[in-house]
């Protein structure tokens, strides 16, 4: 799948990549050797695929999609059937299943060049009906009304104002579009990068940042680590 990479690095430049890099060359996690492969057993009170399957009818009925976002057990386990499918290691009763559902086989926020051209007209008019009846832009990155919708205005922001053709901004501003969210994804990544982000542009980062790097770029490297992340660290010069 081509990833969307953002045209230029927001709140970052050449001399923090070289922090970065220069903190990384001695970094000791990245040239660590590969964990053991982890037994993965059914803990007692962990719910069955059949449990999650009836919980995720109930999510789309309640929101309408059955591709609950990333963040919670459901999401979680919404990227295990993706992952399983991909592999060929589910089975077509499961598959068929997951399709009455009207199931997405690809995370619905991971969105190419070409798939956030082709939806942009509509997601624009999304967006102004969004703020007449919220009265902000600041759009959910995992919104679950409309995944998709709420995938494509992280992609925008993510790719930057400079990365996208005059009319396109013009259109953008019109409609009244934020480019910075104020919602804070608690997850240990977007911390992470919040961090990395933030960081004066002649402070070297702390040890631990210059780790958990090494650990993306290496998972990365392996094809584990999503398009949507590895645009996170691109626009900051970490990958």
């Not at 970065?20 to 660590?32: D, E, K, P, Q």
């Not at 059949?50 to 789309?60: A, D, F, N, P, Q």
């Not at 089975?91 to 942009?120: G, H």
Request: glycine residues 8%; positive net charge.
């Amino acid at each position: 799948m081509t990833r969307l990479r953002p045209a230029t690095a927001a709140n970052s430049g050449a001399l923090r990549c070289a922090l970065l890099c220069s903190c990384l060359v001695g970094c000791t996690a990245f040239h660590a050797t590969p964990a053991p492969p982890r037994v993965i057993c059914l803990r007692a009170g962990q719910a069955t695929w059949e449990e999650r399957y009836r919980e995720l009818g109930t999510y789309r009925s309640t929101w309408g999609t059955a591709d609950a976002p990333l963040g919670d057990a459901l999401g979680r386990w919404c990227r295990t059937q993706r992952q399983q499918y991909e592999e060929g290691r589910l089975s077509e009763d499961r598959v068929a299943q997951l399709d009455s559902l009207k199931f997405s086989w690809r995370n619905p926020t991971e969105l190419s060049p070409e798939e956030l051209e082709a939806i942009w007209d509509q997601n624009v008019d999304l967006l102004r009906a969004y703020i007449r009846e919220h009265g902000d832009g600041q759009v959910p990155k995992k919104y679950k009304l409309n995944p998709t919708f709420g995938g494509w205005v992280a992609a925008v922001r993510r790719r930057g104002p400079d990365g996208l053709a005059p009319d396109r901004r013009a259109a953008l501003a019109s409609s009244g579009f934020e480019w910075k969210s104020t919602r804070k994804c608690g997850s240990a990544f977007m911390t992470n990068f919040r961090a990395l982000q933030d960081l004066p542009e002649n402070e070297a980062p702390a040890p631990e940042l210059v780790a958990w790097v090494a650990a993306q770029r290496k998972l990365a490297a392996k094809g584990g680590l999503s398009a949507e992340r590895c645009d996170y660290l691109a626009s900051i010069g970490a990958l």
